[in-house]
């Protein structure tokens, strides 16, 4: 019995290293010094620690914005335009959607099917209606724009999501609070929806992490070749690695740093919520 | 009673109003769009964009080259994070937690990100891995630079990314499974493997499926791996559907011939769900069944 949980843990040790080697590297890159950064054979802890990468713009062939502290303003539209998509996403559609879904629509297979679809569809076949209705209104490069463009995934899954979480409500309770006087709006946001808090916060957590890894809509509708505007922490790494190849490794290392750390702190503070939401509400206790 | 009832129906349409104006600006309208855009040119109705397909040499290429991403991906990730549920699950000592949470850490980084740490990973000039193949005597070739070997490459990369998720809904799965069945079974005399065979694999069944299906989709959708690592190159050897109609549409300007692919792989990913939701019970796990009829 022992040396089987000796075996076991070897084999997840391994595969621990197997998911964690790749961050490592980042990590260790992006505090080697340039020269270290090319060397050969490569060092696995950095020769020289230093933190240039993240905030100093001394190494010659780099400027401010190519250490990681030039993408901070980028990292702000990134975080303001995932905010504001899965708070609406959450509370001004997905929320009072489910709801009536789960209480007061009696058809609600084909509504249900339907969000369920929505939630998959793939981001490339809309980009090109989504970037000209964008277009049209003007609000190319606009973090309003891309925050309206990311309702597109984010309601359907929240929609969805809540319904699960809805569903689980007794009836007993609502139906407890209308005898009371309740209309069916208090009984909706003064009673179910703080019963499915844990829900709203599984959405709001999910709906920020796709917000902010998301690349496509951002690359179509942000992209700038000098990055200004709304563009996303993403666009900004992107079009870094595309144009610093073979370069400035270690400020891109640093920058991949930042914008993996909201992502990397949730894993570890909130992963109840995570699981939860990963698995589409399908499971509890992992 | 009645006045009760006629409020209620009144709240529902109220409540559901938010997303009845979503689906008609994030689906009907779009959906107008590519319909109207792939199907005319100068205001006239022509099939003309869907009749180039077949003879679109890189459209074709872009079609192989993404069933053999997908099947290799699914399949390489499946092995992956069904081992690791399996082991995690059979390991019973302290650091259960402690697993779980780096068998989880990809799911929260951005493909970006991931595309970035690849890139360093690779690299033919000072990256870790040719130096640890050297090790075994073998020298590792320019992964990203070879029209044979970037497609594998981002594979694996891609494997990497999205095994995750399978671990998590599989893991979830078997934690599912009331031990007391486990119990019950070897009471009865059953040995280890046939208690795996009759217990855990029905056990499991449905949420492998759903796993399947949305991680299926999840790879179709891939992109920022492609755009980061090779931008579909040496040449356009890593081009796949989702970055082609990309290329057509923003690099090529044609409109027209990019609203028509994008209806194609409409077509495609609409029908891969439509056949396994038929066909397996996802929609009773994922509780759609039973919300339809709650």
Redesign the interface.
């Given at each position: 019995m022992k040396g089987t949980t000796l075996l076991l843990a070897a084999l997840l040790a391994a595969m621990a290293l197997f998911y964690a080697f790749p961050l490592y590297w980042t990590l260790v890159t992006s505090l080697k010094t340039n020269l270290d950064v090319f060397s050969y054979p490569p060092s696995f802890l950095p020769p020289h620690p230093t933190l240039s990468n993240f905030y100093s713009a001394e190494q010659s062939a780099q400027t401010v914005t190519q250490t990681a502290i030039g993408s901070l303003p980028w990292m702000l539209n990134s975080s303001l335009i995932a905010l504001m998509s899965s708070l609406i996403s959450t509370f001004a559609i997905g929320a009072p959607s489910a709801y009536a879904l789960t209480r007061h629509i009696k058809r609600r297979i084909w509504p249900a099917r339907m969000i369920l679809f929505m939630t998959m569809l793939p981001e490339a076949a809309f980009v090109v209606p989504y970037y000209i209705i964008t277009r049209n209104l003007l609000l190319l490069n606009n973090w309003f724009g891309l925050m309206l463009v990311y309702l597109s995934f984010t309601a359907p899954f929240a929609t969805w999501l809540l319904m699960g979480f809805f569903n689980a409500i007794p009836m007993s309770i609502e139906e407890a609070s209308q005898i009371d006087g309740l209309s069916p709006f208090e009984t909706f946001y003064k009673i179910s929806l703080k019963i499915v808090i844990p829900g709203v916060i599984t959405v709001l957590i999910l709906n920020f992490i796709s917000c902010w890894n998301e690349f496509l809509y951002a690359l179509t509708m942000t992209y700038t070749p000098f990055p200004s505007g709304a563009q996303t922490v993403q666009v900004f790494m992107a079009g870094f690695v595309v144009i610093e190849k073979g370069v400035a490794w270690g400020g891109l290392a640093a920058a991949g740093i930042f914008a993996m750390l909201p992502g990397i702190l949730l894993a570890v503070l909130a992963q109840k919520y995570l699981t939860r939401g990963f698995t589409w509400g399908g499971t509890k206790g992992v | 009673m009645t006045l009760?009832s006629t409020?209620?129906?009144k709240?529902?349409?109220?409540?559901?109003?938010?997303?009845m104006v979503?689906?008609l600006v994030?689906?009907a309208?779009?959906?107008y769009?590519?319909f109207y855009?792939a199907f005319t040119r100068g205001g006239r109705f022509t099939t003309a964009e869907f009749s180039k397909m077949p003879q679109d040499p890189l459209l074709l290429h872009s079609l192989t080259n993404t069933l053999y991403y997908f099947v290799a991906t699914v399949a390489l990730e499946f092995l992956?994070g069904f081992g690791?549920a399996l082991?995690?699950y059979?390991?019973?000592?302290r650091?259960k937690r402690?697993?779980?949470?780096?068998?989880?850490?990809?799911?929260?980084?951005?493909?970006?990100?991931?595309?970035?740490?690849?890139?360093?990973?690779l690299?033919p000039?000072?990256?870790?891995v040719d130096?640890i193949l050297g090790f075994f005597g073998l020298h590792s070739p320019n992964w990203l630079g070879s029209t044979s070997l970037a497609m594998p490459a981002i594979i694996f990369a891609s494997s990497?990314e999205y095994s995750?998720?399978i671990f998590?809904?599989v893991?979830?799965?078997l934690?599912?499974v009331p031990r007391q069945l486990y119990e019950a079974a070897s009471i009865d005399g059953m040995g280890r493997w046939a208690a795996f065979r009759h217990i855990t694999v029905p056990g499991i069944r449905a949420?492998a499926v759903?796993g399947f299906v949305?991680e299926s989709?999840g790879v179709?959708?891939s992109?920022?791996l492609i755009?980061?690592l090779t931008?579909g190159g040496p040449g356009n050897a890593t081009y796949i559907?989702?970055?082609y109609?990309?290329q057509v549409?923003?690099s090529f300007f044609e409109?027209h011939y990019?609203?028509a692919l994008?209806?194609l792989?409409?077509a495609i990913?609409?029908s891969f769900?439509a056949f396994v939701?038929k066909f397996t019970s996802v929609?009773k796990?994922?509780?759609?069944k039973?919300?339809?009829q709650?």
């Amino acid at each position: 019995m022992k040396g089987t949980t000796l075996l076991l843990a070897a084999l997840l040790a391994a595969m621990a290293l197997f998911y964690a080697f790749p961050l490592y590297w980042t990590l260790v890159t992006s505090l080697k010094t340039n020269l270290d950064v090319f060397s050969y054979p490569p060092s696995f802890l950095p020769p020289h620690p230093t933190l240039s990468n993240f905030y100093s713009a001394e190494q010659s062939a780099q400027t401010v914005t190519q250490t990681a502290i030039g993408s901070l303003p980028w990292m702000l539209n990134s975080s303001l335009i995932a905010l504001m998509s899965s708070l609406i996403s959450t509370f001004a559609i997905g929320a009072p959607s489910a709801y009536a879904l789960t209480r007061h629509i009696k058809r609600r297979i084909w509504p249900a099917r339907m969000i369920l679809f929505m939630t998959m569809l793939p981001e490339a076949a809309f980009v090109v209606p989504y970037y000209i209705i964008t277009r049209n209104l003007l609000l190319l490069n606009n973090w309003f724009g891309l925050m309206l463009v990311y309702l597109s995934f984010t309601a359907p899954f929240a929609t969805w999501l809540l319904m699960g979480f809805f569903n689980a409500i007794p009836m007993s309770i609502e139906e407890a609070s209308q005898i009371d006087g309740l209309s069916p709006f208090e009984t909706f946001y003064k009673i179910s929806l703080k019963i499915v808090i844990p829900g709203v916060i599984t959405v709001l957590i999910l709906n920020f992490i796709s917000c902010w890894n998301e690349f496509l809509y951002a690359l179509t509708m942000t992209y700038t070749p000098f990055p200004s505007g709304a563009q996303t922490v993403q666009v900004f790494m992107a079009g870094f690695v595309v144009i610093e190849k073979g370069v400035a490794w270690g400020g891109l290392a640093a920058a991949g740093i930042f914008a993996m750390l909201p992502g990397i702190l949730l894993a570890v503070l909130a992963q109840k919520y995570l699981t939860r939401g990963f698995t589409w509400g399908g499971t509890k206790g992992v | 009673m009645t006045l009760q009832s006629t409020l209620h129906r009144k709240a529902g349409l109220i409540l559901i109003t938010p997303i009845m104006v979503y689906f008609l600006v994030f689906f009907a309208y779009p959906m107008y769009i590519l319909f109207y855009d792939a199907f005319t040119r100068g205001g006239r109705f022509t099939t003309a964009e869907f009749s180039k397909m077949p003879q679109d040499p890189l459209l074709l290429h872009s079609l192989t080259n993404t069933l053999y991403y997908f099947v290799a991906t699914v399949a390489l990730e499946f092995l992956i994070g069904f081992g690791a549920a399996l082991v995690l699950y059979w390991y019973m000592g302290r650091l259960k937690r402690v697993f779980q949470t780096f068998l989880i850490l990809p799911l929260v980084i951005s493909p970006v990100a991931i595309s970035l740490m690849w890139v360093l990973l690779l690299s033919p000039t000072f990256g870790p891995v040719d130096y640890i193949l050297g090790f075994f005597g073998l020298h590792s070739p320019n992964w990203l630079g070879s029209t044979s070997l970037a497609m594998p490459a981002i594979i694996f990369a891609s494997s990497w990314e999205y095994s995750p998720f399978i671990f998590l809904v599989v893991y979830a799965a078997l934690l599912s499974v009331p031990r007391q069945l486990y119990e019950a079974a070897s009471i009865d005399g059953m040995g280890r493997w046939a208690a795996f065979r009759h217990i855990t694999v029905p056990g499991i069944r449905a949420a492998a499926v759903v796993g399947f299906v949305l991680e299926s989709v999840g790879v179709m959708k891939s992109f920022a791996l492609i755009y980061v690592l090779t931008n579909g190159g040496p040449g356009n050897a890593t081009y796949i559907l989702g970055f082609y109609i990309y290329q057509v549409a923003f690099s090529f300007f044609e409109t027209h011939y990019a609203a028509a692919l994008s209806l194609l792989f409409l077509a495609i990913v609409t029908s891969f769900v439509a056949f396994v939701l038929k066909f397996t019970s996802v929609e009773k796990y994922l509780g759609l069944k039973g919300v339809a009829q709650g």
